[in-house]
């Protein structure tokens, strides 16, 4: 297992604790564990192997144990032995919002309650209701968070399904023969979850690229097909891999196609027809108008971008290829400039260990600048957010103070003062204006309330981004994707009133959040909306959701000079200044 798995199962093993009632505190030092393997910068292999791992704060002798395990044999017969205790539903459960682990033990001890079909219809029998400590309101809400997983049933977060799907990659690329291999699909698109891994390549010989892409998937992957030209398998987390090996002739055709989206593939289709062409995963030919059923003669030589050339459109970028007006744009040569990661000069919206954050200020600089980055936006959690570690006043003080300490020997590289505040239930921020004032600029998040119907809730954001002191909304719809729904919010007018009031609308490039949603992309740039993209970072290894941001926002279309993050040290200071104006 990598770290991040490796970190998933020890929050799974700490789940199984507190379902099987075993000592609070183990479940707690194992879920401390796992923050921890978070904050780990150097190898953990190498750690591991230098008997080095409980030097890191937070792992212990048990621990230790159980990390190496997992990292060297992909199991642990602790985990083994827990999961023996509970019943393999109770896990599950607790996948629905607001379940936790205690609530599901109760339900299971009260009504026998052990999977999700059970607790679905025991819901809709009103029996949840009955359990002392839930009532109406929580079996609603259990119901709808059932609902929910339903939906998303099958799907994976794009960060989890393009990490298993590079080790793929790579073998394939390796492999004798292969000429180009490219990643396809959803995954190609940026899609912020997906169903499967798709893979095109062309080969001179496609059995070695299938042998090398089976191998890679691992000795506990499920292969589903294997032909001549296509191999599927499931994962060892369940999703599944298609390989797809064509001639080098065909392979812009068929990455063009295995992209998709279907909408897409469609209307190009169509325009290929209504030109005199046919168009499919084999190539682009030239139809005779007289015998419009034969196969017509193959246009040669052509790459992805010429195909586009060929149906008289500007290339489109993969990301925006969804049937959403891209056709239109790309035939009237108004395809934006899409931001890119290079164009970022600035890391805006870090936590420190100030407050729920994993590395120190200094910590936090030193990984920005080796990164090129000109500036960092420090935004550690408010007051409010006392289960985050939020800042006090006196602290806020302490906090500014360090700042103009590093600001004052650093050069070419500039910390901005800021801070994550709570937009309360009435609206308000969580600081006196006082406080407020002292900040170079705040980003207003919502991290309560979130049952509030939309009305109240549309009123809650829009009265926070009246005041003067919000430059940043973050993470506007509170999503946290396969897990919770967003909030109810008229978007429309969140982002009118943002661009009439100048406030920045943040796209979280946390894998979990990637909110703003892409959707509302257009019509954020229409109302003349400025973003931010933002990692939400509480480790220096979170810096790396810069790029899954920008992804994001190519996909809602957004050029570089809408990308408030983009600009230099000084315009940036200006956009969040501007607003305070």
Not at 134 to 161: C, H, N, P
Not at 468 to 497: S, V, Y
């Amino acid at each position: 297992m990598n770290k991040q798995e490796i970190a998933a199962t020890l929050e799974a093993m700490a789940d199984l604790m507190e379902l099987s009632e075993e000592n609070p505190f183990r479940a707690r030092s194992f879920r401390a564990g796992a923050r921890a393997l978070d904050g780990i910068t150097g190898d953990l292999g190498d750690l591991i192997a230098g008997g080095r791992l409980r030097e890191v704060k937070g792992i212990g002798s048990a621990l230790e144990e159980v990390i190496a395990d997992l990292w060297r044999e992909g199991r642990s017969a602790r985990h083994e032995e827990l999961k023996s205790k509970v019943p393999p539903g109770l896990l599950e459960m607790l996948q629905v919002q607001g379940l936790g682990p205690k609530r599901a033990r109760v339900l299971h001890q009260k009504l026998g309650i052990c999977d999700l079909a059970s607790l679905k219809a025991a819901c809709k029998a009103g029996k949840v209701a009955a359990v002392s400590g839930f009532g109406e309101k929580s079996q609603e809400k259990i119901l709808a968070g059932i609902t929910y997983l339903g939906q998303v049933s099958g799907r994976f977060l794009f960060s989890e399904a393009r990490e298993a799907a590079r080790p793929l990659l790579d073998a394939v690329r390796a492999a004798p023969g292969v000429v180009r291999a490219e990643l396809a699909g959803s995954l190609r698109r940026r899609r912020e979850t997906v169903k499967d891994i798709d893979i095109v390549v062309s080969s001179r010989q496609p059995a070695a690229a299938m042998e090398r892409f089976v191998a890679a998937a691992g000795a506990g992957a499920e292969v589903l097909a294997r032909g001549e030209t296509k191999t599927s398998v499931r994962l060892p987390r369940g999703i599944q891999a298609d390989l797809r090996v064509v001639a080098d002739a065909e392979y812009p055709f068929a990455l063009l196609y295995f992209t998709g989206s279907m909408e897409h593939n469609t209307a190009m289709r169509g325009r290929a027809k209504a030109r005199g062409f046919k168009l499919n995963e084999y190539g682009l030919f030239r139809v005779d108008a007289a015998r419009p059923s034969e196969e017509g003669e193959p246009i040669p030589g052509l790459s992805e971008e010429e195909i586009f050339r060929a149906l008289g459109l500007d290339p489109i970028p993969p990301e925006l290829r969804e049937n959403l007006g891209e056709i239109d744009l790309a035939e009237a040569h108004k395809l934006p400039d899409l931001v890119e990661v290079k164009d970022l000069r600035g890391i805006v919206h870090v936590h420190s260990v100030a407050s729920d954050g994993r590395n120190t200020l200094e910590q936090l600089v030193e990984a920005a600048r080796a990164r090129g980055l000109e500036y960092l936006a420090l935004s550690d959690h408010s007051q409010s957010a006392g289960y985050a570690g939020g800042l006090k006043e006196d602290r806020v003080i302490q906090q500014h103070q360090e700042v103009d300490r590093l600001n004052a020997r650093l050069k070419g590289f500039r910390i901005f003062k800021g801070i994550e505040s709570d937009i309360r239930a009435d609206g308000s921020l969580d600081y006196p204006p006082e406080v407020l004032d002292r900040f170079d600029f705040v980003i207003a998040s919502v991290h309560s309330a979130f049952s509030l119907s939309e009305d109240e809730q549309t009123r809650r954001v829009l009265k926070a981004m009246q005041d003067p002191h919000c430059t940043i909304l973050g993470h506007p719809t509170g999503r946290l994707l396969l897990q919770r729904e967003a909030f109810p919010l008229r978007m429309e007018e969140i982002l009118r009133a943002a661009g009439d009031l100048g406030v920045i609308v943040e796209i979280n490039a946390n894998p979990l959040r990637l909110d703003l949603d892409w959707r509302w992309g257009k019509f954020a740039r229409e109302a003349k909306v400025r973003t931010c993209i933002s990692p939400d970072a509480h480790s220096i290894q979170d810096f790396d959701y810069h790029e899954i941001g920008v992804g994001i926002a190519r996909k809602g279309g957004f050029p570089a000079r809408e990308v408030v993050n983009t600009y230099a040290a000084g315009d940036f200071e200006k956009a969040l200044s501007s607003r305070r104006a």
